[in-house]
């Protein structure tokens, strides 16, 4: 039709063009009730921004099947109604596809931690500070190097897929904020625990409280697990992550005195029996073939926690029995697993921190499950242990110890000293 109120061409089912006027600019027309999947509207219709027919026609299929092609994947469609999280499910779509640790470990951070805070938010009115919010909302996602990254890695993939599918312009989207690189590296520094801190989080009846907090079974078990873990943290100065929840039984190795001359500088840091001594192998995390692995010396109060984790997890026979013994026969299970599975602590960690805020009034907010590891390296600093044995121990540089922790020291001689 035409006329004086403008031309109105039917191109498909649910899709035309038309003006308002006559030598108006033309319009496109979408009718969303014959697409084969759900949209979150029924019509939208809008202007093309150019008075040619040819132009108009040519504009109006690119948008109606590019909408199309879209929805049919997930997409969302038309940027002012676009979220970040939308953004964020189709890179968890791609992860779980990947199906590596590494993407498994990014999805599962997509619904744990991003999805929750960022909720309605508009991919179109995400700035800077927004992200810089994000990781001020919970010091555990500043803290870990390794959760930095990953947050990292996803949020800027998110930022670049956004671009890419045209939802933002480059020059309008969010650049991650410099200044929390600085942020993590001073949080990092302080993160440790002080000696009354830890006397109230290892307080047995705190432990025996929180664990039976709860009437699941299930939970109960992994709370019981998570208390050896954290002892054995400040014990070794292992990581809370792979390195340590990757480790089975099997890691275990016995040595016997012909082998005190290779770990003799290692004596140093562990108070343990030169004749027969245990370490344990760490294959994961940050050394990640056998070749690469490095061995931790376990002293007396490690062997005592990895003897109570036996005796809840695989038989009380384990009262008398060597650790030895569940190196051969348990050699492929989880130190810490419950229920068969590879154990995961950070949930526990934060109901326990909760717990202590809430029961002992203890504010652990700038503490995460490294904060064990840190104040192992923080304690044998304060003993005048050498720098460089604490490195080769936990599995890092002499630089990065005292680029962190020599601070730490500083910090608790300074307090004992007022």
Same mark, same amino acid.
């Given at each position: 039709?035409?006329?004086?109120?403008?031309?109105?061409?039917?191109?498909?089912?649910?899709?035309?063009?038309?003006?308002?006027?006559?030598?108006?600019?033309?319009?496109?027309?979408?009718?969303?009730?014959?697409?084969?999947?759900?949209?979150?509207?029924?019509?939208?219709?809008?202007?093309?921004?150019?008075?040619?027919?040819?132009?108009? !026609?040519?504009?109006?299929?690119?948008?109606? +099947?590019?909408?199309?092609?879209? $929805?049919?994947?997930?997409?969302?469609?038309? %940027?002012?109604?676009?979220?970040?999280?939308?953004?964020?499910? +189709?890179?968890?779509?791609?992860?779980? %596809? /990947?199906?590596?640790? !590494?993407?498994?470990?990014?999805?599962?951070?997509?619904?744990?931690? +991003?999805?929750?805070?960022?909720?309605?938010?508009?991919?179109?009115?995400?700035?800077?500070?927004?992200?810089?919010?994000?990781?001020?909302?919970?010091?555990?996602?500043?803290?870990?190097?390794?959760?930095?990254?990953?947050?990292?890695?996803?949020?800027?993939?998110?930022?670049?897929?956004?671009?890419?599918?045209?939802?933002?312009?480059? %020059?309008?989207?969010?650049?991650?904020?410099?200044?929390?690189?600085?942020?993590?590296?001073?949080?990092?520094?302080?993160?440790?625990?002080?000696?009354?801190?830890?006397?109230?989080?290892?307080?047995?009846?705190?432990?025996?409280?929180?664990?039976?907090?709860?009437?699941?079974?299930?939970?109960?078990?992994?709370?019981?697990?998570?208390?050896?873990?954290?002892?054995?943290?400040?014990?070794?100065?292992?990581?809370?992550?792979?390195?340590?929840?990757?480790?089975?039984?099997?890691? *275990?190795?016995?040595?016997?005195?012909?082998?005190?001359?290779?770990?003799?500088?290692?004596?140093?840091?562990?108070?343990?029996?030169?004749?027969?001594?245990? !370490?344990?192998?760490?294959?994961?995390?940050?050394?990640? #073939?056998? @070749?690469?692995?490095?061995?931790?010396? $376990?002293?007396?109060?490690?062997?005592?926690? *990895?003897?109570?984790?036996?005796?809840?997890?695989?038989?009380?026979?384990?009262?008398? /029995?060597?650790?030895? @013994? *569940?190196?051969?026969?348990?050699?492929?299970?989880?130190?810490?697993?419950?229920?068969?599975?590879?154990?995961?602590?950070?949930?526990?960690?934060?109901?326990?921190?909760?717990?202590?805020?809430?029961?002992?009034?203890?504010?652990?907010?700038?503490?995460? +499950?490294?904060?064990?590891?840190?104040?192992?390296?923080?304690?044998?600093? /304060?003993?005048?242990?050498?720098?460089?044995?604490?490195?080769?121990?936990?599995? #890092?540089?002499?630089?990065?110890?005292?680029?962190?922790?020599?601070?730490?020291? !500083?910090?608790?001689?300074?307090?004992?000293?007022?």
């Amino acid at each position: 039709m035409s006329g004086s109120k403008g031309e109105y061409i039917r191109l498909d089912d649910g899709l035309a063009i038309y003006t308002q006027y006559e030598g108006g600019n033309w319009y496109i027309y979408i009718n969303f009730s014959n697409f084969d999947h759900p949209t979150p509207f029924k019509k939208r219709q809008f202007s093309l921004k150019t008075k040619d027919k040819k132009e108009a !026609t040519r504009k109006a299929w690119k948008i109606y +099947l590019s909408t199309e092609n879209d $929805i049919e994947k997930g997409l969302p469609v038309f %940027q002012n109604y676009v979220k970040f999280n939308q953004i964020l499910d +189709l890179l968890k779509e791609e992860y779980i %596809q /990947k199906n590596t640790d !590494t993407s498994k470990k990014y999805a599962n951070l997509i619904d744990s931690l +991003l999805k929750p805070f960022f909720e309605d938010k508009n991919i179109t009115e995400l700035h800077e500070k927004d992200i810089f919010d994000f990781y001020m909302s919970d010091t555990d996602k500043t803290c870990g190097y390794t959760r930095f990254q990953n947050l990292k890695t996803i949020i800027n993939s998110a930022i670049d897929r956004a671009i890419f599918e045209k939802m933002i312009k480059r %020059q309008d989207a969010p650049k991650f904020p410099k200044s929390l690189n600085k942020h993590r590296r001073q949080q990092v520094a302080r993160n440790f625990f002080y000696d009354d801190e830890l006397n109230i989080i290892f307080d047995n009846q705190n432990l025996s409280s929180f664990i039976q907090s709860t009437n699941r079974k299930d939970a109960q078990q992994r709370r019981i697990m998570f208390m050896h873990f954290i002892r054995l943290m400040v014990a070794t100065g292992c990581r809370p992550g792979d390195e340590l929840c990757n480790s089975k039984w099997g890691d *275990l190795k016995l040595h016997t005195q012909k082998d005190a001359q290779f770990y003799k500088n290692e004596f140093i840091l562990h108070s343990v029996d030169e004749n027969q001594f245990y !370490t344990l192998l760490i294959k994961s995390g940050k050394t990640q #073939t056998e @070749d690469d692995a490095r061995h931790v010396i $376990i002293n007396n109060d490690a062997i005592r926690e *990895l003897q109570n984790t036996a005796i809840k997890t695989v038989s009380a026979d384990y009262v008398v /029995k060597p650790l030895s @013994d *569940l190196a051969k026969s348990q050699r492929n299970r989880f130190i810490f697993a419950y229920n068969d599975n590879k154990p995961n602590f950070d949930k526990v960690w934060q109901q326990y921190r909760t717990f202590l805020e809430e029961n002992c009034n203890l504010n652990l907010k700038n503490q995460t +499950l490294y904060s064990f590891r840190h104040t192992f390296i923080t304690q044998k600093l /304060k003993e005048g242990k050498a720098s460089y044995l604490i490195a080769k121990n936990c599995g #890092t540089s002499e630089a990065m110890i005292k680029r962190y922790y020599d601070k730490n020291k !500083t910090i608790i001689l300074a307090e004992q000293m007022i």
